[in-house]
């Protein structure tokens, strides 16, 4: 192994990254100031031996595991109270990312006295919050893909709406985050799979996204460039250690760079997850090369440099698109959304939900409720040729 595949990086907020470091858990919450921290998982995890470790080994803490994927307001309530009732004083978020994003809103939530909903990334909205009620958190992630640790956000259903709503805060960053690869070689490869490509489509739509943000632009390069030599290993062999660590330090740079913004696939997928309750990653995942085509004309020369980056055999649009669809084919990605459950019967309702989602902005060029309600069929269909790029 060419490196030790450990460090401690303060950027964007505190990461230990290296094998075992779950060990250090203990410490990362005493550093944040906790005594009795509430641990948020997910569903799946609460019999995991990582989570029955982690509860024994912090004194005073307590397990909350009813979350499920696409976390809603009403996970957060029952969070909320588990916090209030043991009077505990900040949460270790640990697990996929429903449960770090479930975790952080947890936290955030835990001191203040208005809704939810009044804190939706709108305008000045977050300066609603009262900064001293809101609780540390240490974010352990099981998967690569989502980033949410490193982000100052969490993407939470509401169910009376069946919209996705990005709650925001800055105070939301984890205060530490704990990188081990280890805890991510049990994961199946089709979830390695999904996941790895979300923060893959993190890093590529936060490159093309317009606006000036170089320090940005160079964490999503890099961030695309480990994912095309580490994914694909993770795949094949989910105890290859050093792919595990690149992938989540991938993972961790996708969501660092898309506070430049993100695009048309994000845009898309947010609602599809709202009311097909689909899969964040590989819904991203299957979408992609449909939203590519349809910017086409617009993210040329950055096609250009990313076939570079990745020293793809064809350089440009079209050698990156052929890359893309050869992956996502060789990691068992399916081609057509219908192919996972998802109909066309809501398409007007999707292209007008995906034209206000906040990704939108971030598309390269602009896109509005028809154009998305178009890209969206043809992904539901699995037809690429059928969207019409844009001039
Ligand atoms: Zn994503």
Same mark, same amino acid.
């Given at each position: 192994m060419s490196t030790t595949l450990r460090g401690n990086w303060n950027y964007p907020t505190t990461i230990w990254a290296g094998p075992g470091r779950i060990t250090e858990l203990g410490a990362a919450c005493a550093q944040a100031g906790m005594r009795r921290p509430l641990i948020v998982t997910d569903e799946g995890l609460i019999h995991a031996p990582m989570i029955k470790s982690a509860l024994a080994a912090l004194k005073g803490a307590a397990l909350f595991g009813a979350v499920r994927g696409n976390p809603a307001s009403s996970h957060v309530e029952a969070g909320l109270q588990v916090f209030r009732a043991g009077e505990h004083d900040g949460v270790v978020a640990f697990g996929g990312g429903s449960a770090l994003d479930a975790g952080k809103a947890v936290a955030f939530m835990s001191g203040q006295s208005r809704p939810l909903w009044d804190f939706e990334d709108v305008g000045d909205w977050w300066t609603r919050a009262d900064p001293s009620g809101i609780a540390p958190v240490v974010a352990v992630p099981t998967t690569a893909g989502t980033g949410s640790e490193v982000g100052r956000a969490s993407v939470i259903l509401n169910e009376a709406t069946h919209q996705k709503k990005i709650?925001? @805060?800055?105070?939301?960053?984890?205060?530490?985050? +704990?990188?081990?690869? /280890?805890?991510?070689?049990?994961?199946?490869?089709?979830?390695?799979?999904?996941?790895?490509?979300?923060?893959?489509?993190?890093?590529?739509?936060?490159?093309?996204?317009?606006?000036?943000?170089?320090?940005?632009?160079?964490?999503?390069?890099?961030?695309?460039?480990?994912?095309?030599?580490?994914?694909?290993?993770?795949? !094949?062999?989910?105890?290859? +250690?050093?792919?595990?660590?690149?992938?989540?330090?991938?993972? %961790?740079?996708?969501?660092?760079?898309?506070?430049?913004?993100?695009?048309?696939?994000?845009?898309?997928?947010?609602?599809?997850?709202?009311?097909?309750?689909? @899969?964040?990653?590989? $819904?991203?995942?299957?979408?992609?090369?449909?939203?590519? $085509?349809?910017?086409? @004309?617009?993210?040329?020369?950055?096609?250009?440099?990313? %076939?570079?980056?990745?020293?793809?055999?064809?350089?440009?649009?079209?050698?990156?698109?052929?890359?893309?669809? /050869?992956?996502?084919?060789?990691?068992? +990605?399916?081609?057509?959304?219908?192919?996972?459950?998802? %109909?066309?019967?809501? !398409?007007?309702?999707?292209?007008?939900?995906?034209?206000?989602?906040?990704?939108?902005?971030?598309?390269?060029?602009?896109?509005?409720?028809?154009?998305?309600? @178009?890209?969206?069929?043809?992904?539901?269909?699995?037809?690429?040729?059928?969207?019409? %790029?844009? $001039?």
């Open positions: 709650i925001f @805060h800055p105070l939301m960053m984890p205060r530490i985050v +704990i990188l081990d690869a /280890e805890l991510t070689v049990g994961l199946p490869r089709n979830v390695t799979a999904a996941t790895g490509i979300d923060a893959f489509v993190h890093c590529f739509e936060a490159f093309c996204a317009p606006g000036f943000h170089p320090l940005a632009d160079g964490v999503a390069l890099e961030g695309m460039r480990l994912i095309h030599q580490f994914l694909p290993r993770a795949c !094949a062999d989910g105890r290859d +250690i050093e792919a595990r660590a690149q992938m989540l330090a991938a993972a %961790s740079m996708g969501a660092t760079a898309f506070q430049k913004g993100l695009g048309g696939v994000h845009a898309i997928a947010h609602p599809v997850g709202s009311w097909f309750n689909t @899969h964040h990653g590989l $819904t991203n995942a299957i979408i992609l090369p449909y939203v590519m $085509t349809y910017n086409r @004309h617009a993210i040329g020369e950055k096609a250009e440099v990313i %076939s570079r980056v990745l020293n793809l055999p064809a350089p440009g649009f079209d050698g990156f698109i052929a890359w893309v669809l /050869e992956m996502r084919r060789d990691l068992g +990605i399916p081609h057509s959304l219908a192919e996972i459950g998802v %109909s066309a019967d809501k !398409a007007t309702i999707i292209g007008s939900e995906a034209a206000i989602d906040p990704s939108a902005g971030g598309n390269p060029i602009p896109v509005n409720a028809a154009q998305l309600e @178009h890209i969206f069929r043809a992904a539901v269909a699995g037809r690429i040729e059928t969207v019409v %790029s844009a $001039t």
